[in-house]
C-alpha cells in the first residue's frame, strides 16, 4: 500500500504513523465501533476478516502493514469514489451492460471498442433485454 519503513532503516515512517493513526480515528466513529468497540483490523494478516480492539490494530498494522490493495476503506464505513472512463462519463452506466448470460464474443467486442461509445439506445436496449422475464422450462415447470 505505501512504504511504511523509512529508507535503509527499520523504524515506520512519518507518514506512515499519521496514516495509522487517521485510519482507526476514522474506524472508531462508525456505529459498528459504538456498539462492539472493536473494528476490522485490515492488517495483511487478518485482512479485515477480525474483530479486535484499535490499540491491537495498530500493533498489527505497524507490524504487518496494510492489506494489499485497501486503499478505500471501504470494510469500514468509507464509499469508493465514483469513476471516470476516459471519456469523462460514468463507468457505472456499464453495470447493466455486463451480465452472466451475455455473449463472450459481445463482452470482447465490447471491451475493444469501449462500451462508452455506445449511444443510449444500446443501453436501453441491453437494459429492457435483460429485465425481460422468461417462462420456466417444462422440466422445471414440473417440478
Request: proline residues 6%.
Amino acid at each position: 500500500m505505501c512504504d511504511r519503513l523509512l529508507p535503509n532503516r527499520t523504524s515506520l515512517a512519518p507518514h506512515f504513523l499519521e496514516g495509522v493513526n487517521e485510519f482507526v480515528q476514522f474506524a472508531c466513529k462508525e456505529p459498528q465501533y459504538a456498539n462492539e468497540k472493536e473494528i476490522r483490523c485490515p492488517c495483511s494478516k487478518n485482512q479485515n476478516r477480525k474483530l479486535m480492539d484499535p490499540d491491537h490494530v495498530v500493533e498489527h498494522i505497524y507490524k504487518y502493514g496494510f492489506m494489499e490493495d485497501y486503499w478505500y476503506w471501504t470494510s469500514h464505513g468509507e464509499s469508493k469514489p465514483v469513476e471516470f472512463d476516459s471519456h469523462g462519463a460514468d463507468s457505472s452506466n456499464s453495470k447493466f451492460l455486463s451480465n452472466e448470460h451475455q455473449n463472450r464474443y459481445q463482452n470482447m467486442v465490447l471491451d475493444a471498442v469501449g462500451r462508452s461509445n455506445f449511444g443510449s439506445e444500446y443501453r436501453q436496449e441491453e437494459q429492457s433485454r435483460l429485465s425481460v422475464e422468461e417462462p420456466p422450462n417444462t422440466e422445471a415447470a414440473q417440478f
